[in-house]
């Protein structure tokens, strides 16, 4: 395939196909691998019937790659292998993702492959907590700006960052996805979508340090199924409301999930002091399996991690339509229910259905503020303020 920070491999990147056919890329065994996806993917693009680029099983070492569209016909890369990240976190500066698709209809990624982010001197070197000003790691995968495209059977493994960002994509599903990083890792959110819609999660293995699923504004539609979460920080909406001019979040089904051992459960968080006032509605939580999770249900409007901001004005995102049905399982804190609204604009439409959680045995309380929760079914008992 190519040379890596002088060490040469002989593996072949992989054959080009296209109408049935299969065409080994003349590729030197002294390319960079970087370059070598690259070629193929712009023979690829440029043909004008589906194409699919073949990585064959083996290990490989990667810089950064650009991916970029609009291309003429369908193409798919398949990928077996296990494909590695330089480990030094400088040595990626200046890329916001290791691997980036953009501007482009009908791809798709499948295969068992592994990429390895190698981000453990990334995790180490992290100061987000205490540094506004931090510096950026790389992400393993952005997808910007596709459409009608999917990531079948790939497993993204310890990035620097997030593992996924979807950006600007409509009708985007990951199906059989894999991530895989310890509960230690900093800011690895699993998959995390922006102004995106109709993005389908199914069928997903995510372990983590950070949100299992996060959604950024103008997240629309977005469905996510017989998911499995943790470690991780759960399935959140937001944070949202921290910079001005961000888009509405509405249509959100989280169903059939099971959460394991996670800081959170299911979570909408916006932050207060804030600009943004952007709604959120219309978020639909159902069916969903808590295994010892610390905070099962939550809605925090006053999302303020490491004293980052100030709560002296309450957040300006109004929150309606939200229903928690069906919620069972363990929970490590007596309080597996907490809606801590906006003073603001409280909370709307907001219902407790078959929420049946435990702690110790005994059924868990629900601590509320800013809210009348619609109350149906099992449900805890809840103490709420104005």
């Known amino acids: 395939m190519g040379r890596y920070s002088g060490v040469s491999t002989r593996h072949s990147m992989g054959l080009l196909m296209r109408d049935g056919a299969q065409v080994i890329l003349p590729l030197a065994h002294t390319i960079e691998h970087e370059e070598a996806l690259t070629k193929a993917w712009e023979e690829a693009c440029a043909a004008t019937s589906a194409s699919k680029i073949v990585i064959p099983g083996g290990s490989y070492k990667m810089e950064a790659v650009d991916l970029k569209g609009p291309c003429m016909a369908p193409i798919e890369i398949q990928f077996d292998g296990t494909l590695q990240a330089p480990a030094d976190p400088n040595a990626l500066d200046g890329a916001d993702e290791w691997l980036k698709v953009q501007h482009v209809n009908f791809f798709t990624l499948s295969g068992k492959g592994v990429f390895d982010g190698q981000g453990a001197t990334a995790w180490k070197q992290n100061d987000c907590g205490t540094n506004k000003n931090c510096k950026k790691r790389s992400k393993n995968f952005g997808f910007n700006f596709?459409?009608?495209?999917?990531?079948?059977?790939?497993?993204?493994?310890?990035?620097?960052?997030?593992?996924?960002?979807?950006?600007?994509?409509?009708?985007?599903?990951?199906?059989?996805?894999?991530?895989?990083?310890?509960?230690?890792?900093?800011?690895?959110?699993?998959?995390?979508?922006?102004?995106?819609?109709?993005?389908?999660?199914?069928?997903?293995?995510?372990?983590?340090?950070?949100?299992?699923?996060?959604?950024?504004?103008?997240?629309?539609?977005?469905?996510?199924?017989?998911?499995?979460?943790?470690?991780?920080?759960?399935?959140?909406?937001?944070?949202?409301?921290k910079y001005p001019e961000e888009e509405p979040v509405e249509q959100l089904?989280?169903?059939?999930?099971?959460?394991?051992?996670?800081?959170?459960?299911v979570r909408i968080k916006t932050w207060p002091s804030s600009p943004?006032?952007?709604?959120?509605?219309?978020?639909?939580?159902?069916?969903?399996?808590?295994?010892?999770?610390?905070?099962?249900?939550?809605?925090?409007?006053?999302?303020?991690?490491?004293?980052?901001?100030?709560?002296?004005?309450?957040?300006?995102?109004?929150?309606?339509?939200?229903?928690?049905?069906?919620?069972?399982?363990?929970?490590?804190?007596?309080?597996?229910?907490?809606?801590?609204?906006?003073?603001?604009?409280?909370?709307?439409?907001?219902?407790?259905?078959?929420?049946?959680?435990t702690f110790n045995g005994a059924p868990i309380v629900a601590k509320c503020a800013n809210v009348k929760p619609i109350v149906t079914g099992k449900a805890p008992a809840c103490t709420c303020t104005a």
């Open 146 to 241: 596709l459409n009608n495209s999917m990531v079948r059977d790939i497993t993204s493994k310890d990035s620097k960052n997030f593992h996924v960002n979807v950006l600007g994509c409509n009708n985007f599903t990951f199906d059989g996805f894999h991530v895989s990083a310890p509960n230690t890792s900093i800011n690895t959110d699993g998959i995390h979508i922006g102004r995106s819609t109709d993005v389908k999660i199914l069928n997903t293995n995510i372990a983590t340090g950070d949100d299992c699923v996060s959604l950024g504004d103008g997240s629309k539609k977005i469905t996510v199924q017989n998911v499995n979460c943790g470690p991780g920080h759960g399935i959140s909406v937001g944070s949202l409301g």
């Open 253 to 265: 089904l989280v169903k059939n999930c099971t959460l394991t051992n996670t800081d959170n459960g």
């Open 276 to 357: 943004g006032a952007s709604p959120i509605t219309d978020m639909h939580f159902e069916d969903i399996t808590m295994v010892d999770v610390m905070n099962p249900v939550i809605i925090d409007q006053e999302y303020c991690p490491w004293n980052q901001c100030s709560k002296q004005a309450p957040s300006k995102i109004k929150i309606s339509k939200v229903t928690f049905k069906n919620i069972q399982g363990t929970s490590k804190t007596k309080e597996g229910v907490t809606l801590i609204c906006s003073k603001g604009v409280p909370c709307e439409d907001v219902e407790l259905n078959n929420v049946a959680l």
